[in-house]
């Protein structure tokens, strides 16, 4: 299984651009959730999914789109990228909602200038 | 706001000593976890102590869970070089019987293990 799969790896914008972050699992997790980590502030939830066609914003959601079409997609969409969107991203999954683990992707790494 | 908070934020030790790192909360919690980052790569599960355990053991990890003073530890017996990383804990609160993925993270605990 390759577990949860991150593109691209690395993503460098200008001001304004729109982009879109790709998160694929395929081990049929029903939760899917999205990250950014930034130096000292630790990992900070964006947006999560419970299941396909459900969504919900977490902590720092301003800036960020997400839809959930299919139990294995969960893309982050930057509408409109601003340098204090400068951080790297995290997806994860977990298979369902109680005491169970998360697995994480590798992370994309965006710059935006 | 960040539910977690990790002392020592670094921790230096050399190899074969033991390295004990600390976590706090604020809110109920479901379960605790706690995630191992080495340099630019993603998080990977350590250990899950759910809130009816005080301590759980895995290899060479020690986990205890003091829900009255919100706090856990995690403690690493003979390190080894390799076990240098980041660590971090993340809580599942406990809404209602059910945390939906929203896994909270602390800022983490750079361990650096000399050879």
């Known amino acids: 299984n390759a577990g949860v799969t991150q593109t691209p790896k690395f993503q460098v914008l200008k001001t304004g651009q729109s982009m879109t972050l790709q998160c694929a699992q395929d081990?049929?997790?029903?939760?899917m959730s999205w990250y950014r980590q930034d130096p000292g502030m630790g990992l900070r939830l964006i947006h999560y999914s419970v299941g396909a066609g459900i969504t919900d914003q977490g902590e720092v959601p301003n800036g960020y789109n997400v839809s959930r079409s299919t139990t294995e997609d969960f893309p982050l969409r930057l509408l409109s990228a601003a340098p204090s969107q400068t951080s790297v991203y995290f997806c994860?999954?977990?298979?369902?909602?109680?005491?169970?683990?998360?697995?994480f992707g590798a992370g994309t790494r965006l710059s935006v200038l | 706001s960040q539910q977690g908070e990790e002392d020592p934020q670094a921790l230096s030790i050399q190899e074969g000593e033991n390295a004990t790192m600390n976590c706090s909360y604020k809110?109920?919690?479901?379960?605790l976890q706690w995630y191992r980052q080495n340099s630019g790569r993603g998080l990977v599960h350590l250990i899950l102590?759910?809130?009816?355990?005080r301590e759980k053991h895995s290899g060479r990890l020690r986990v205890t869970l003091d829900t009255s003073k919100k706090s856990s530890s995690l403690l690493i017996t003979a390190s080894r070089a390799a076990d240098t990383a980041s660590y971090f804990c993340a809580t599942d609160a406990d809404a209602g019987g059910t945390s939906y993925g929203k896994l909270t993270f602390g800022q983490g605990t750079i361990l650096t293990v000399h050879p």
């Open positions: 809110t109920s919690i479901n379960n």
């Open positions: 102590i759910r809130s009816n355990e």
């Open positions: 081990m049929n997790h029903e939760y």
């Open positions: 994860a999954s977990r298979r369902t909602a109680n005491k169970n683990i998360q697995y």
